[in-house]
């Protein structure tokens, strides 16, 4: 992918999209409650300074789906913020049932680069059950022409839908990879307030996908996706007052989710090491500066959950370069370290 610039989102909440899936509630999940306008984005940009360098996204609705002539005018209303580099680059999101030749024509020449496709599942039996009203093979068609068109592919997918489960979550995940796509959004379900998906989860219909739900099953999803070279650009829901005060009643929900799962994955590697070492043992763990806090987890509780699992002496985690005793490297990212004192009784 080309090197991240700053995004200016502009949320087109069901704009153009025909289905109402039973987790949507596009208004309340962008805290936008006014339809956008040509206008009011003009004027929006009008206000960024000159070369900026802005990446211009429309997020939320279905853009494709929108009439074309709104399409136009929308995309029209950037180009002057085009012209004076305010906005370098620009990207919709959209829905995989709603690309064919003419959509893409239509935005190559507006000098849109990126097409954001919401796959969410690619378990057909799984987008039924959320009325998502397309089929994983319009994705998989879908995803084809946009990279033919030289646009960048992002697909997005969710995990605990209804009638899904880690099984199926894995496999669409696999079947994402396989369409080879420039980056991957993962947003695992929450039950908004206002949706059929609430109306279901309170009726006892759907079981929740809890936080620690989405963090066991996310921890094994980032490797795989890691492991084919394709990056997760975004893990979960980007906070808002609306979802944080009362828009999110239940399901996968939490401020810091990358975190957790960034946290879990690395609690799974210090697991691996910790295998070897002697129950009583002085352990530290030197991880580089910046997972730090992510491998001490919040609240201590990696800390407290490995030093209790392995009946450790003492656990502490440390930057690389503080002094820890005999390291062993570990996949470039965690180094075992075992204290001079050793268990009771050992030499």
């Known amino acids: 992918m080309t090197p991240r610039r700053r995004i ?23 805290g936008s409650l006014f339809p956008v306008s040509a206008e009011s984005v003009g004027k929006e940009l009008s206000a960024l300074p000159d070369g900026a360098g802005y990446e211009l996204a429309f997020y939320g609705g279905s853009f494709t789906a929108i009439p074309a002539s709104e399409q136009e005018s929308l995309l029209a209303a950037a180009q002057p913020a085009r012209e004076r580099g305010a906005v370098a ?35 057909d039996s799984v987008l039924l059950a959320s009325a998502r009203g397309h089929t994983s093979e319009d994705t998989v068609k879908a995803a084809g022409l946009v990279k033919a068109f030289g646009f960048q592919l992002i697909l997005q997918m969710m995990t605990g ?42 009726s006892g219909a759907y079981v929740e996908h809890t936080v620690e739900d989405a963090v066991e099953l996310c921890a094994e999803l980032l490797p795989l996706f890691s492991s084919a070279g394709i990056p997760v650009i975004r893990l979960g829901l980007n906070p808002s007052d609306e979802l944080s005060e009362g828009g999110a009643v239940g399901g996968a929900y939490h401020p810091a989710l990358g975190e957790l799962v ?34 001490i987890g919040q609240h201590r509780e990696n800390v407290r959950y490995l030093q209790e699992r392995f009946s450790l002496g003492s656990l502490r985690v440390v930057s690389e370069g503080e002094k820890t005793g005999k390291k062993q490297d570990h996949a470039g990212t965690l180094v075992l370290a075992i204290h001079a004192s050793a268990p009771s009784g050992a030499e």
């Open 262 to 295: 960034r946290s879990r994955i690395l609690r799974r590697e210090a697991e691996e090491l910790l295998s070897r070492v002697p129950p009583g043992s002085n352990v530290s763990l030197s991880v580089t500066p910046g997972e730090l806090s992510a491998m």
């Open 8 to 30: 200016y989102p502009v949320f087109v909440p069901h704009a153009g999209c025909p289905n109402n899936c039973v987790f949507c509630n596009q208004k309340r999940i962008s």
């Open 161 to 202: 839908l209804p009638g899904s489960s880690p099984k199926l979550d894995t496999e669409t995940a696999e079947r994402i990879i396989a369409l080879r796509p420039d980056g991957v959004r993962i947003y695992p379900t929450v039950v908004v307030r206002d949706t059929a998906l609430e109306s279901m989860w309170r």
């Open 89 to 123: 680059a620009i990207r919709v999101s959209t829905r995989p049932d709603a690309i064919d030749e003419n959509a893409l024509v239509r935005l190559k020449k507006y000098g849109v680069g990126t097409v954001e496709l919401g796959a969410q599942s690619m378990i």
